[in-house]
């Protein structure tokens, strides 16, 4: 009703109320152009509050938005690695939702162990420890397991982080990710702990991310998908399982023709012989040439090579 209602109901009353009516048929008309014009004065009033409530709105999410920037710059302006707990006490009442927005807009330097990425990991670990919504949760946990993973080799306390991280992505499922941005963060965290994960447990991981993918339950992207199997192969090779690597990618090779993405159809572009062997090069541990005799004259070729 708002404005609208307000005034019509006086126009309505006076329409009724005020004069006489003894020419019904004559006063009648003007009455009823009376009421469009106020309708039409009303819905005007109505428009400019809701675009004055809009831009009230755009200018709390400007301000809201600053605080969060203003935050995430002084954080990242440390010279010195922070702790969690002072992290926490500077981002204590900012939005989770606008504070992880500005995060995944904040460049910082992977590969180094300097204060600027240390600190932007301590604030990825605040979004994970409010653990709502969903979106900012999976995001941080992405972020952070491929951050810890990068240096997990460098000392105790990264390896233990990445451990911790790598535990509580394995454990996600798809009720996680009730909504299509964090599905689609499911499904990215997903395919890389089927590349990461140790070979005994990233056989089954493997197997239950190919289920959920029969199951439509959540929508992965088509090259990692249709990469599966080559990489069960991989896992079983590691697991020393010769035979059963060699059955999946024959198989996966007999319908070359309808695999889609260039870089799958690359990887078994020399055949499957070929790729059983060169990755049974790379794991001479458990297949040393003197023990199989078909890798002493083996040699690699790069496929693009063959391409050109």
Known sequence: ????????????????????????????????????????????????AAEAGRAREGVEEFARRAEVETAVA?????????TLADVSNRLA???TEELTRVLVQTAYPREQRVPRGENIML?????LRRGRPPWTRLMAISVLHDYYRYHHGEDAAM?????????????LTPADAPDKASQHTFANIAVVLCLTLDPPERLGYIDYVEELARQGVIEFP??????MPL???ITLLELGRLEEARAVVNEMYARFDSIKDPMNRLEL??????????????????????????????????PWDKKQ
Do not use: W
């Open 269 to 302: 572009e020399l055949g499957p012989d070929y790729f059983i062997k060169s990755h049974m090069l790379s794991l001479s541990h458990l297949y040393p040439p003197e023990k199989y005799p078909e890798l002493k004259d083996f040699k690699l070729v790069n």
């Open 222 to 227: 088509e090259q990692p998908l249709e990469m």
């Open 159 to 171: 390896q233990a982080a990445y451990e911790r991280v790598r535990e509580i992505a394995r454990r």
């Open 93 to 95: 009442s900012l939005d």
């Open 231 to 233: 990489q069960r192969a």
């Open 123 to 127: 604030m990825y670990e605040e979004v």
């Open 1 to 48: 009703e708002g404005v609208m209602g307000a005034v019509l109901t006086v126009v309505v009353v006076c329409a009724a109320g005020c004069g006489k009516r003894e020419q019904a048929s004559v006063d009648e008309a003007p009455a009823s152009n009376v009421v469009a014009e106020v309708e039409t004065f009303a819905r005007g009033l109505e428009a400019r």
């Open 74 to 82: 002084e954080i990242l302006g440390a010279e010195k690695v922070l």
